[in-house]
């Protein structure tokens, strides 16, 4: 395997023999999830309803000496998922890990969401993240064991512009809880991450406006910075190996702290907190690039 495209801070090897779907692992994220995975030997199969992006992120990781399959699927649909499902364990074998990533937003004020938005958007990421986990649970997971990863959100406190978004993130996290007691008898572990304000491609998907003020969130965190996506990506990681054995029914919050900011204190602008990239392809989102701003990078 490269080690120019990641450098995991787990040791090589950790997921060899074990196959792994990454849902939305066309990009952001799920992009960089994939590759730490197949970088560490999984089999990772990648699912998403974009068949190109996938196909991109196969090239790139077998470029890089790993292994990746592609299954085009919109995980709200239940016929397509169980399809997907049956097709993964028809050329892996079996499922040991899913992280259930895909998913996606829009921002509104809750008085102007249609019905159809918020069905839309629930069915993305509650729905569809039930559908995956489920299947892969009825027919592969129930016989031999498993871990699961559930990507949520920063939910903590609601989420004002997106309420759709942030009543299923925390529907999942329910969900997450529930499945682990469930499924804790069958040997599969349930677990959630909940990724803060994560400077990934999908910062470029949203308006100028909306731009503007991702850009501007960094002083509103403690760390006083981004995400990285590789900082996301070994918390996923860590919850699907071996050493989270004990852990289920958890959440890691991966956020600078955010939730932990008060009113009643002052945060100061500091750059003594360094991010972590593990992800040589990597690319910061362009909204926050230095032409993107008059020079000031974020």
């Not at 120019?4 to 990454?22: E, K, N």
């Not at 499902?85 to 969401?113: E, F, M, S, T």
Request: aromatic share 6%; glycine share 12%; hydrophobic share 40%.
């Amino acid at each position: 395997m490269s080690q120019s495209v990641y450098q995991s801070v787990f040791r090589p090897g950790l997921f060899a023999g074990q196959t792994v779907i990454v849902t939305g692992g066309g990009s952001g994220i799920g992009r960089c999830t994939a590759h730490e995975l197949a970088n560490l030997g999984a089999s990772v199969a990648l699912v998403g309803r974009k068949i190109e992006k996938l196909q991109a992120v196969q090239t790139e990781i077998e470029a890089a000496g790993g292994q990746a399959s592609i299954h085009s699927c919109d995980i709200r649909d239940e016929p397509g998922v169980k399809a997907m499902i049956a097709d993964v364990i028809a050329r892996h074998g079996k499922i040991d890990g899913l992280v259930n990533n895909a998913g996606g937003q829009y921002p509104q004020p809750v008085k102007d969401i249609s019905l159809k938005g918020w069905d839309a958007v629930v069915r993305s990421n509650l729905t569809g993240g039930f559908l995956v986990a489920r299947e892969a649970f009825n027919q592969s997971m129930a016989f031999h064991g498993g871990a699961i990863v559930n990507i949520i959100a920063d939910i903590w406190g609601g989420m004002p512009t997106m309420a759709h978004s942030g009543a299923a993130r925390a529907g999942m996290l329910s969900f997450t809880e529930t499945a682990a007691c469930e499924w804790a008898c069958a040997g599969v572990r349930v677990n959630a991450v909940a990724p803060g304000w994560i400077a990934s491609s999908g910062f470029d998907t949203y308006s100028p406006e909306m731009q503007a003020e991702l850009r501007s969130l960094k002083t509103k965190v403690p760390l006083q910075r981004h995400g990285t996506e590789s900082e996301v990506s070994a918390a996923i990681v860590f919850l699907l190996c071996e050493a989270a054995a004990f852990i289920t029914g958890s959440c890691i919050r991966v956020d600078g702290g955010v939730p932990n900011a008060r009113p009643t204190w002052k945060l100061q602008a500091h750059d003594r907190s360094k991010p972590f990239n593990g992800f040589a392809l990597s690319q910061a989102p362009k909204c926050l690039s230095e032409e993107a701003h008059g020079g000031s990078r974020t």
